[in-house]
């Protein structure tokens, strides 16, 4: 038997100790692991644990990201209860096996702490990685501090491995801004949190002799586009499980989560769309927006990243005049993804906001209240002018000439 922790009310954790304290409580059978910089801290602590007793499963230390990924999938096609965590280069390295995992639909749960993709090399926090994988067919959860890492965490087990989604899901925070900065966390109790997620139920085991499976099976043009629709349907109906299991964490904590977070929308004429921790950055700045020169501004952003929450993004947008997206991630020539995102799913709204794209912070790069005033501040002119008067794309916070694209 396990150890046990007697958690304090209030915990003093960064963002990995979150998601390691979330999949000790989860009683993992398998963590195939290989660490990366900035989420090497989550194995790390996750190890201790299982050294130290406080686990009863197995941790597999292996060459490579993409056996790691390997590892949990072999672990979970046997039965087991699998996550692991990574970043950047290695969750690049794990793409392949990414696709295996979902195709399967293996409830694997993955922390990504997010982090900028080479070259040149850089270990600080941005988006390239999540957007790398974005269509991965995996369930996307974007949060925005330790607390909501280790809640999100916990939902993910819950989620994955619930009968209507046998689906993996990755969970989102930023490196080194949220990974690192320790911040008040009220945790649950090891009972509470093993009960909400609750023990896990085997599916299509390879293990279960009495009914015979096949993982990895080769499927060409005859079967391969209803397979691919199926995972994508299964992908848009977790919706509601994700809003089930969201209501659920909510009576148990008191702590609310939505698949599109809304703050001040209520008459926005404005608004921003983000994801991370540039979120709460954005709702400060908003709030002395309005404060200083009565700017209704709003911030809007994506709790769930896929399935895409398409209808609840036209919902909290429909009314706005211009809307700012901020993507933390190079776009490589092109628009940004999130703004792409929502520009999809707007294109064919009655009402359409103007619409803009900040590229701003990456490799760690500081996106500061002072920025996104600006932001807010020329996302009005747009809505004032009723088109836009400042480019489609600029570069927000970048050293030397102003650049701008589109």
Same mark, same amino acid.
């Given at each position: ?16 100790? /979150?998601? &390691?304290?979330?999949? !000790?409580? +989860? ?6 692991? #290989?660490?990366?910089?900035?989420? *090497? ?33 072999? /672990?979970? &096609?046997?039965?087991? !209860?699998? +996550? ?6 290695? #969750?690049?390295?794990?793409?392949? *096996? ?309």
């Amino acid at each position: 038997m396990a150890k046990k922790i007697e958690l304090n009310k209030v915990e003093v954790w960064d963002g990995n100790m /979150a998601f &390691a304290q979330a999949m !000790r409580q +989860a009683q993992i059978d398998v963590v195939a692991a #290989y660490p990366i910089t900035p989420s *090497t801290p989550t194995v790390q602590n996750y190890s201790k644990f299982l050294a130290d007793g406080y686990i009863d499963g197995e941790f597999i230390m292996v060459e490579s990201e993409h056996a790691a990924m390997s590892g949990c999938i072999g /672990a979970a &096609a046997a039965g087991g !209860r699998v +996550a692991t965590a990574t970043s950047s280069q290695g #969750y690049a390295l794990m793409i392949e *096996t990414l696709y295996q995992a979902s195709g399967m639909r293996l409830p694997i749960v993955l922390g990504v702490v997010n982090r900028a993709i080479a070259a040149p090399l850089n270990v600080n926090g941005d988006h390239s990685d999540m957007y790398m994988g974005r269509d991965t067919g995996w369930i996307h959860l974007a949060t925005y501090c330790p607390q909501e890492a280790y809640d999100l965490m916990l939902c993910a087990f819950k989620i994955a491995e619930h009968k209507d989604v046998r689906l993996p899901v990755q969970v989102h925070q930023d490196g080194f801004i949220c990974s690192h900065t320790a911040q008040n966390v009220s945790p649950l109790q090891d009972e509470e949190a093993y009960a909400f997620i609750g023990d896990y139920v085997e599916i299509n085991s390879m293990l279960d002799f009495q009914k015979p499976v096949t993982y990895g099976a080769q499927t060409e043009e005859p079967w391969h586009f209803e397979h691919k629709a199926k995972h994508h349907k299964a992908i848009i109906d977790s919706a509601a499980v994700i809003d089930e299991v969201f209501a659920e964490f909510e009576k148990l904590t008191g702590r609310k989560y939505n698949r599109v977070e809304k703050y001040m929308m209520e008459d926005a004429e404005i608004a921003i769309v983000a994801l991370g921790t540039t979120v709460e950055s954005a709702r400060a700045a908003a709030q002395i927006m309005r404060d200083e020169q009565g700017i209704k501004v709003g911030i809007v952003s994506p709790r769930v990243f896929r399935p895409f929450p398409k209808d609840l993004i036209v919902d909290a947008l429909k009314d706005v005049k211009a809307v700012a997206t901020m993507d933390r991630s190079s776009p490589g020539g092109a628009l940004g993804m999130l703004f792409n995102e929502i520009s999809g799913a707007m294109i064919n709204c009655e009402k359409r906001p103007l619409l803009s794209n900040y590229i701003y912070g990456l490799g760690g790069r500081d996106m500061t209240i002072k920025d996104l005033k600006e932001i807010i501040a020329e996302t009005k002119a747009n809505a004032d002018a009723g088109k836009l008067v400042t480019p489609t794309q600029q570069f927000s916070g970048l050293r030397g000439p102003k650049l701008s694209f589109f």
